[in-house]
Nanobody, 125 residues
Framework: VQLVESGGGSVQAGGSLKLSCARY????????MGWFRQVPGMQREGVGR???????RYTDPVKGRFTISRDIAKNTVYLQMDSLKPEDTAIYYC?????????????????????WGQGTQVTVS
């Protein structure tokens, strides 16, 4: 399984970006897909996740501004980011875990995910 993120870039505060996470190789439709972000020198943190049924969850800093969706036919998961703030600046990663990861009490635990993309930079000024 290979995950490839794209769509990062630079945007002014208040703007929008849409990240894509293309999945290559066999990926179960019931897998848990998470989005994470990391600022250099800081721990990687959860942004949101989507489970095999398409149900999403988000962390408080992004709730109401970010939206995760998927296109099953294209084997791609998206992260729509609106009302961006400078504090959203980070490298964004997608990750794949078993469906059980989504139902863990702490779905943002990095250890629950066994495949990671290379990351894409998002800069908000």
């Amino acid at each position: 399984v290979q995950l490839v993120e794209s769509g990062g870039g630079s945007v002014q505060a208040g703007g929008s970006l849409k990240l894509s996470c293309a999945r290559y190789g066999y990926v179960s439709r019931t897998s848990c897909m998470g989005w994470f972000r990391q600022v250099p020198g800081m721990q990687r943190e959860g942004v949101g996740r989507i489970d095999g049924q398409g149900v999403t969850r988000y962390t408080d800093p992004v709730k109401g501004r970010f939206t995760i969706s998927r296109d099953i036919a294209k084997n791609t998961v998206y992260l729509q980011m609106d009302s961006l703030k400078p504090e959203d600046t980070a490298i964004y990663y997608c990750a794949r875990g078993p469906n059980s990861a989504c139902y863990s009490g702490s779905w943002s635990n990095l250890e629950l995910y066994n495949y990671w993309g290379q990351g894409t930079q998002v800069t908000v000024s």
